[in-house]
């Protein structure tokens, strides 16, 4: 089943404490992208990544940080978490031109 | 930073009618355009694709793009109370960029 798996749903944390959320696709997709969902502002990317070691800059990449070392993963790394980035977030996966396009099924981070 | 404007909702029709819903963008450059229909609390689910100029039928869908205009819309007829629910404008180049969303109620 081809399907974007995110880890962990759902997560509390202090501020200033590292975190990763994981991403990963079972598709052999190039594109992987994360966006941030807040009420009233829709969907905000923050990085995308064409393919392996190719990451770029979304429209809110301040405070985030990603990595994509093998096709499959795309971690989301917040090194000092604040309390603005308490949102909830997608990964996401495409296939080329996006005819293929899944969503991971969210987390939600709340930064205390 | 390419834009994405949706008509502002929410957007309440009765159940049958034919639901309407707009979005512009700014980047002429844009190939790719998307309907995504999303329920509260869950991920976005595509519904439509478009990415030449007229109509696109898909069941109870139709999308239309016009480039020269810089729109693309979505309609809904015959609408269900189960189509109640986000539905987000995006468009893509390279990377894909989405509006606010525009919320549907359909009214039994």
């Known amino acids: 089943e081809a399907q974007v798996t995110q880890n962990p749903r759902y997560l509390i944390t202090v501020t200033g404490k590292k975190l990763t959320v994981t991403c990963s696709q079972n598709?052999?997709?190039?594109?992987m992208s994360w966006y941030r969902q807040d009420p009233g502002l829709g969907l905000r990317q923050i990085y995308y990544?064409?393919?392996?070691?190719?990451?770029d800059k979304g429209d809110v990449p301040e405070g985030y940080k990603v990595s994509r070392k093998e096709k499959r993963n795309f971690p989301l790394i917040l090194e000092s978490p604040s309390p603005n980035q308490t949102s909830l977030y997608f990964c996401?996966?495409?296939?080329?031109?996006?005819?293929?396009?899944?969503f991971g099924p969210g987390t939600r981070l709340t930064v205390t | 930073q390419k834009e994405v404007e949706q008509n502002s909702g929410p957007l309440s029709v009765p159940e049958g009618a034919i639901a309407s819903l707009n979005c512009t963008y700014s980047?002429?450059?844009?190939?790719?355009f998307f309907w995504y229909r999303q329920y509260s609390g869950k991920s976005p689910e595509l519904i439509m694709s478009?990415?030449?100029?007229g109509d696109k039928e898909d069941g109870r869908f139709t999308a239309q793009l016009n480039k020269a205009s810089q729109y693309v819309s979505l309609l809904i007829r015959d609408s269900q109370p189960s189509d109640s629910a986000t539905y987000l404008c995006?468009?893509?180049?390279?990377?894909?960029?989405f509006g606010a969303g525009t919320t549907v109620t359909v009214r039994a």
């Open positions: 478009i990415y030449s100029n």
């Open positions: 996401a996966s495409l296939s080329r031109g996006g005819y293929e396009q899944y």
């Open positions: 598709m052999n997709h190039e594109y």
């Open positions: 980047d002429r450059g844009s190939q790719s």
């Open positions: 990544s064409m393919n392996v070691e190719v990451t």
């Open positions: 995006a468009v893509s180049d390279y990377k894909l960029s």
